[in-house]
């Protein structure tokens, strides 16, 4: 039997406030299936820079998978099941993913979440995403499960009001948080992603958001 403390690796379940919670490295054990399937994603659907209802740029790169894909534009922001650069349906969501959002929502507590959206968000070194609330989905019991892969991040956990004071939650790869109940409505956003290598991705970071939209 070896202890937890020697097994640096080894899953672990950490509550961070009343309806979120860390999974540390729980997708590291999909990893090679995740990167394959988030692959085939982007070669159906390219990852792109979408525009802000305001006129800006966004800095991280997205696309998405599953029936339905969040977008920005100047007429707002939106689920379509339609990619507008295609035409074309989203990507199916792969079974890869699907499994691993249900597993990891049921760990913290959230049986029986099928996701309908899954959004990739790319950042490379110093892009960052400012505080918002995800409020463009239909029912807010419903939960988040987000998945970070490459490089780390420090992600903001803000409050129910924008300038609520935040606090720093470090993200690293194959790092799961599922955000529901009193959690769901929170501020939230990514401080500028430091330069570095990872392993298997390289300079960036990407993160997986599932959600059931519809
Ligand atoms: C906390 N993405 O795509 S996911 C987003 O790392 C987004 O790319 C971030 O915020 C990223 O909208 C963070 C984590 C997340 C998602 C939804 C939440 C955290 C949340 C909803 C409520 C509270
Ligand atoms: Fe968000």
Redesign the pocket.
Known sequence: MTLDLFEPDAPSLEPLEPG?MVLRRFACRHETALLAAVQGVIEQAPLRFLVTPGGFRMS?AMTNCGALG?VSDRTGYRYDAIDPDSGRRWPRMPDAFLLLAAEAAAAAGFEGFVPDAC?V?R?APGTR?SL???RNERDFGQP?V?V?LGLP?V?L?GGAQRDDKARRVP?AHGDV?V?GGP????????LPVKEGEHPLLGGC?L?L?FRRAG
């Open positions: 979120a991280v969040w959004l968000n950042y995403l918002h609330q995800d988040i987000s970070s991040a992600f956990f993200l948080v955000w959690a769901r409505l929170r501020f939230h956003g990514v970071r993160n958001t």
